[in-house]
């Protein structure tokens, strides 16, 4: 059934929210009939200051940009405003109709309807022009969100993401420390992240439990290797940390269905020590297993 068109006063009731002026976040929500929804993370950014400074990281005027759930707008229509091309991907069609109302002053922007999951750049954005994601990232759907971005790597020139602080500290983390995981280790392989500044839960209605960084992810694939040396760590960093606190040559031996002997000697090989647990071994010593572990496989 086709949805009524918004009124023009709910329409610049609802627009208030995003022109800029995020603070009127719970007022645009009672007018669009919203009320936010855990599931879809739906902490709508409502400090405007922190939204310029996202938005701002895109300096660009002209860079094409895909936004990961824009909501009410708060970064969309700052991202529209410059006239570049921009879609914005929202599951909720509530909040897609109304920033498509919005949108409508600016032609080279539009919303897509949908789970950003079941998209593709290549559609969404047709051609070879490297694209800017950006994207305040719903929790539930962060790390499939950043798999999403990675996976299509070569056609992203970077994207500024809002995330959780614990979640960026995990993809930051070194070796040895506590938040190092397989995490860490896949995202290292794919792209550069850094991490950028710091947002309060106040900057968000409604204010989530804990505090929120941006970050920026710039795809690239680990100087040196190959696409099969860094699917086989995956598999490799996967199988090994699954199970913390083992040796690496036993969560090996267990993850990877090999037998431990077989397992000690590719370390020995790879000079990764035994008794070591995984959380430990950098991503270099990781490569030199991997290629060391193919090696073996390419003989026996
Ligand atoms: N960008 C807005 C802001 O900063 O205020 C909203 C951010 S809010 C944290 C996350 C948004 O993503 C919500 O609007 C939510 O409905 C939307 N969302 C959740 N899951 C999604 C998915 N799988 N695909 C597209 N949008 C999604």
Redesign the pocket.
């Known amino acids: 059934m086709p949805r009524p068109a918004l009124s023009s006063r709910s329409r610049a009731r609802a627009t208030s929210g995003a022109r800029g002026a995020?603070s009127g976040?719970p007022g645009a929500l009672r007018t669009l009939g919203v009320r936010p929804?855990r599931r879809?993370?739906?902490?709508?950014?409502?400090d405007p200051r922190v939204?310029q400074r996202i938005v701002d990281l895109v300096s660009d005027p002209m860079e094409p940009v895909v936004?990961?759930?824009?909501?009410?707008?708060?970064?969309?229509t700052l991202l529209a405003r410059t006239g570049r091309p921009l879609v914005a991907?929202?599951?909720?069609f509530r909040?897609a109709e109304a920033q498509e109302n919005i949108l409508r002053e600016w032609p080279a922007a539009g919303v897509v309807r949908?789970?950003?999951?079941e998209q593709r750049l290549d559609t969404l954005i047709p051609g070879s022009a490297p694209v800017t994601i950006v994207?305040?990232?719903?929790?539930?759907?962060t790390t499939?969100?950043i798999e999403w971005i990675l996976a299509q790597g070569s056609r992203v020139r970077r994207a500024v993401l809002?995330v959780q602080r614990e979640y960026a500290e995990r993809l930051a983390a070194a070796p040895g420390g506590k938040e190092f995981g397989s995490l860490s280790v896949y995202v290292s392989l794919h792209a550069e992240v850094e991490t950028l500044f710091r947002a309060s839960p106040g900057a968000?209605y409604p204010r989530p439990d804990v505090d929120s960084v941006v970050l920026e992810m710039r795809p690239r694939p680990w100087p040196g290797s190959t696409e099969e040396e860094r699917a086989l760590v995956e598999r490799l960093a996967r199988a090994g940390m699954g199970t913390r606190r083992k040796t690496i040559a036993n969560s090996l031996a267990r993850g990877m269905d090999v037998e431990s002997g077989r397992v000690r000697s590719l370390l020995e090989r790879a000079a990764i020590e035994a008794e070591r647990r995984a959380e430990t071994v950098s991503v270099e010593e990781w490569i030199r297993l991997a290629r060391v572990w193919s090696a073996e496989e390419s003989r026996s």
């Not at 879809?40 to 409502?46: D, E, I, K, P, V």
């Not at 991907?89 to 909720?92: F, L, W």
């Not at 949908?114 to 999951?117: N, P, Q, Y």
């Not at 994207?135 to 759907?141: E, M, V």
């Open positions: 995020t976040v929804s879809l993370g739906q902490n709508f950014l409502s939204a936004e990961i759930g824009p909501g009410l707008g708060a970064l969309t991907v929202e599951v909720d909040l949908g789970d950003i999951l994207g305040n990232l719903p929790y539930s759907i499939p969100a809002m968000f």
